[in-house]
């Protein structure tokens, strides 16, 4: 099960980057090269982009580099290589369109990747090999007009040297350095700091003193928090000076090569203290399905521990919606985050709030009025449980305390939600005595594809003739069901359902915690059917992935029936309304409506229906099914989860199937060759029978 250790390049390389253009990178790098190779390692200067010369083998970077070992044995590795470089002296985006080239910060990922692999391939026998890259002037300079450097550092998540020239400014343009590459999650292994430009002339004793205490106050802020500093002298560039300033940078250097000695990736080791401690869902403690050990996500990607990179089939359960760290809710999390964090939602509100509120109920189905915000969709449908008794209460219908529920269903894993998921799959044995027993009817049996039936609303009629009288609310996931089976049933069954509610005095709860913005092809399931339910539960997709949040939305009616006779509704979680969650929500709210989720969501069905239709028919395959972003194959038998899901990393795909389903809900913002690429990793497992049981 467990993959081999092996290197990756995240261990193996270092970014170096500036404050600012004239910073002295290239002389710092070039001392860092030195210190490094003095310290035993196997390690060569790399310039990713270099702009502004005429011949990168002879001047630009690359021959600094060679200079700075230029009396040293030679190491096993070349000192020097340049990947790209332009004439222009300009930032890399304009001195790339001059020559017609177009960068990418993928692109540029994979030349470097592919540059080290080639190296320790020629060097094997030099042991293992780094690479030392030096960006192109600041963090925020740009390879094309989305992407910049400090994106390709995010990408290759090696630790980082900050390299700043000390003058007016240096703490300003330092402070800002670190906090940006601090809020990508990068480490900052060192800073370095250069000595005053020329231009500064011989410094008067009033800016020595700035500098000095520029010095000062860099180190004692950096050291509390376990960066070296190194302080750079004033040398002429020959061997002399070059082992000047291999000193300098020694504390530096010693930092570097500790982490580079030391790699990260400690999946197995992860794995094992994760194996001592924790509990993962639906599983057990003493013998727990395998897990895998996740890094870093971007996109439409996950990243493991061990480097590997992963096509996300799963949204992470519905959420992620936008793909992973979007820069805009992550931007909204932030901002939050320097505002309020949290702050309790009794007798406060704040605009976060105010504002997802607003935008919600533009979103949702005319009718519904009151926002009830929750921390996760199970609590949401506990709110709308108590709800709606407490409605039947406060209009009098005392009697009403049962929920109906049609069998297949899936509304979370507390107590009240619990006793309305399907009684087999949900485990009710288990809980017998402590579950209310409520009323169960048929699954709405008519396929979403096929003509409605009215015959499939024959259960539900009985139901309500007969206990209709002690039914506070019928509560029912709208045309998809989830979790319990990734069952697409006909809309017409929710008119018809909404009518016979009326009828029967109980109110109608829609849970559309997975299936809400936008996941089934219109904002929300509810839509498809024309059906305001009297309250309305969403959550997952809510914040696009980033934090915990749902809520539960009714109508006026239902407010007022609660709230009769100075009555109070009975709810109020500590972390209600949360101004993180809320106002990450309210930024994915906004995002879904500019970025066509719609059309997208339409590509998603598209390519699903496409690739998954060769595994209909195959052995142990009972249905092929697709509708929005959702792809289900069921099988006929339970899926050898743990074996599954080893095949599924294997080839580059992340998709959790569980029970007799193999199912993709890939995030809205997934290209369609990475859509093939889920759909032939089910395809070929099916092909290949590895869902069959052993
Ligand atoms: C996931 C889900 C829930 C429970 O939400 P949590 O946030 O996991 O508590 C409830 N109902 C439906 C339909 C769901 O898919």
Redo the contacts with the bound molecule.
Sequence with gaps: MSHPSRQILADASVFVSGTGTDVGKSVATAALLRALRQAGLAVQAVKPVQTGVEDAAREGDAACYAQAVADMPPGPLPPAATLHSFRLPASPHLAAAREGAQLTVAGLRQDIETHWRTLMAAHAGAGPCAVLLEGAGGLRVPFNEREDTLDLMAALAAPVVIVARNGLGALNLAQLTLDAVRDRGLVTAGLILMPPSDALGTPDEATRAILADNEHWLRARLETEGIPVAVLPWVRLNAAGWERLAQAVRPVAQALAALLRTPSHTAEALVRRDKKVLWHPYTSATHPLPVFAARRSHHNRLVLADGRELVDGMSS??AAVHGYNHPRLLAALRAQAGRMPHVMFGGLTHAPAVELAERLLDMLPQGLARVFPAD??????EVALKMALQYQQGIGQTRRTRFLTPRGG?????TG?MSVCDPVTGMHSLFARMLPQQLFMERPRCRFDQPFDPASLDDSRQKLAEHGHEVAAVIL?PVVQ??GGMWFYHPDYLRGLAQLCREAGALLIF?????GFGRTGTLFAAERAGVTPDIL?C??ALTGGVL?L?ATVCTEQVADGICRDGNVFMHGPTYMGNPLACAVALASLRLLEEEDWQTRVQMLERGLRQGLAPCAGLPGVADVRVLGGIGVVETTEPVPVARLQAFFVERGVWIRPFARLIYLMPPYVTPPEDLARLCDAVGDAVRQGVHLPN
């Design positions: 359960w519905w996760s969709g199970s609590v949401a449908v899936y509304h979370g894993d507390t939600a996931e989830g979790a849970d559309e915690i997975a299936t539960c959550g997952k915990t749902a």
